[in-house]
């Protein structure tokens, strides 16, 4: 009889093709992923993956059992979403994934409100910036920066995130316009609204630092290492000085997600209502370079 939690980790090994991405995946150690698919193999009798450089290829065998695995794990995630959907009280555990500064700045400081009206609901709030997948429930809502392609997938747009270009007022008092330096986010976000923003604004002035993350950007444009592109909130609580430029900011929408099946659960609903009202700023208050800009709630 196979162990479903190591069927479950060959699955994430066999969509993601390493220990480390199965890994953070499932949020485990990349041996636990490991030591699951090794005893998977050996209750099968078969060997279902070959080792190929720190990579980890499928067996003809392998892409069968892992064929029929997904369709286990799609018809248990079913059950495990139906089952909770029809929970009536609030002591549950909701967990939100959102961008790391999101988290920080705008969720957190406002975590005991709903606290305080819910005492019994339980919350993981997971700073990420990679994409989780909410049918797998690798997490149960996430605040995106692009509305999903996924039919299953509830998307609420909560608002828009202005973003601008910013640097130290002594690195802007400095230098001229045309010497300006630029920092950005590494090459894995090159294609990005905002990178390509900044990459449009910085024209042939050279690109000096880059991180993959954001508020290591801040921090180097408060250390006067040149200009970037940042959300309002971000620079603002930094003592950034915003550049102007002509188009003044790039917005961002904003979206709330969950899965379908989760709609009626009070605890999921009441959450995503609670993280609506983090966004929420009126229009005029973004005329003043603040975070947010409301365009309709959620």
């Keep these: ?114 606290k305080q009206a819910h005492p019994q609901l339980r919350l993981r709030l997971l700073g990420e910036s990679r994409t989780v997948s909410l049918p797998r429930r690798e997490a149960d809502i996430a605040i995106r920066l692009t509305r999903p392609s996924d039919t299953t997938l509830i ?44 990459k449009k604004h910085a024209g042939e002035r050279p690109i000096v630092f880059r991180s993959n993350d954001l508020a290591i950007l801040a921090a180097a444009a408060q250390a006067h290492m040149g200009v970037a592109v940042l959300p309002s909130f971000v620079a603002e609580s930094g003592n950034l000085q915003r550049i102007e430029t002509e188009d003044r900011f790039l917005k961002r929408d904003v979206w709330i997600t969950y899965h379908q099946d989760m709609r009626d659960n009070p605890a999921i609903a009441t959450t995503a209502a609670f993280l609506a009202g983090c966004f929420r700023q009126d229009r005029s208050a973004a005329d003043k370079r603040t975070l947010i800009v409301l365009e309709q709630g959620c």
Excluded: C, N
């Excluded at 209750?43 to 003809?60: N, W």
């Excluded at 002591?91 to 969720?107: D, K, N, R, Y």
């Excluded at 300006?180 to 294609?191: G, M, T």
């Design 1 to 114: 009889m196979f162990d479903w939690d190591d069927l479950r980790h060959f699955v994430a090994l066999a969509d993601t093709g390493s220990l480390s991405a199965a890994a953070r995946r499932l949020r485990v150690e990349h041996a636990t992923v490991a030591r699951r698919v090794a005893a998977l193999e050996a209750a099968a009798g078969v060997k279902l993956v070959d080792r190929r450089s720190g990579r980890y290829v499928l067996t003809a065998e392998g892409r069968r059992v892992a064929d029929h695995a997904r369709r286990i794990e799609s018809e248990a995630l079913a059950l495990e979403r139906a089952l909770l959907s029809r929970q009536s009280d609030f002591a549950a555990e909701v967990s939100i994934s959102a961008p790391p500064q999101i988290a920080v700045s705008l969720i957190t400081p406002r975590l005991a409100e709903l």
């Design 155 to 198: 998307a609420r747009k909560a608002g828009v995130m202005a973003y601008s270009l910013y640097a130290s007022k002594e690195y802007i008092a400095s230098k001229a316009e045309k010497d300006f330096e630029f920092i950005a986010f590494d090459e894995s976000l090159d294609e990005s609204p905002h990178q390509l923003w900044l």
